[in-house]
C-alpha cells in the first residue's frame, strides 16, 4: 500500500529568515520549519528533553556538515535531516516533508 503526503500551507517562503524557523500547526501537530540558505526543514516542535514546544525558536546550525538546531532550552542538538538529538541518543523527534511551491511553505504530514 502507498501512501502519499498531504499537504499544509504554512506561510509564504520570505516570511521565513534564512537560518531561521518558524513554528506551525499541521494536523493538529506543532511543527518547526527551517530555512537553511536554498534548503527547507521541518519537525517537530516538541522538545522532548525539556517537554516545550520550542524548537522553532533554536539556534541553527551544524555538525560535522548535518544541518542541526539547538534546543533554545537545554541546547541539546537534533538533527535537521532526521530528528534525532545528537546529545541524548535516545531521544528523537519525527521529520516532516517540506517543500515551497509558488513561493508558499508547505508540510506534508506522512
Same mark, same amino acid.
Given at each position: 500500500?502507498?501512501?502519499?503526503?498531504?499537504?499544509?500551507?504554512?506561510?509564504? !517562503? @520570505?516570511?521565513?529568515?534564512?537560518?531561521? %524557523?518558524? $513554528? +506551525?500547526?499541521?494536523?493538529?501537530?506543532?511543527?518547526? *520549519?527551517?530555512?537553511?540558505?536554498?534548503?527547507?526543514?521541518?519537525?517537530?516542535?516538541?522538545?522532548?528533553?525539556?517537554?516545550? !514546544? @520550542?524548537?522553532?525558536?533554536?539556534?541553527? %546550525?551544524? $555538525? +560535522?556538515?548535518e544541518?542541526?538546531?539547538?534546543?533554545? *532550552?537545554?541546547?541539546?542538538?537534533?538533527?535537521?535531516?532526521?530528528?534525532?538529538?545528537?546529545d541524548?541518543?535516545?531521544?528523537?523527534?519525527?521529520?516532516?516533508?517540506?517543500?515551497?511551491?509558488?513561493?508558499?511553505?508547505?508540510?506534508?504530514?506522512?
Amino acid at each position: 500500500m502507498t501512501t502519499t503526503a498531504m499537504w499544509t500551507a504554512v506561510c509564504p !517562503a @520570505v516570511r521565513v529568515p534564512e537560518f531561521s %524557523g518558524v $513554528a +506551525a500547526l499541521v494536523d493538529g501537530q506543532q511543527v518547526a *520549519v527551517f530555512r537553511v540558505a536554498d534548503s527547507w526543514y521541518a519537525l517537530s516542535n516538541w522538545d522532548p528533553c525539556s517537554g516545550a !514546544a @520550542v524548537l522553532s525558536r533554536g539556534i541553527v %546550525g551544524d $555538525a +560535522a556538515g548535518e544541518p542541526v538546531v539547538a534546543s533554545p *532550552v537545554y541546547k541539546e542538538r537534533f538533527s535537521l535531516l532526521t530528528g534525532q538529538c545528537l546529545d541524548a541518543e535516545e531521544r528523537s523527534v519525527p521529520v516532516y516533508p517540506v517543500r515551497v511551491r509558488d513561493g508558499v511553505v508547505e508540510v506534508g504530514s506522512p
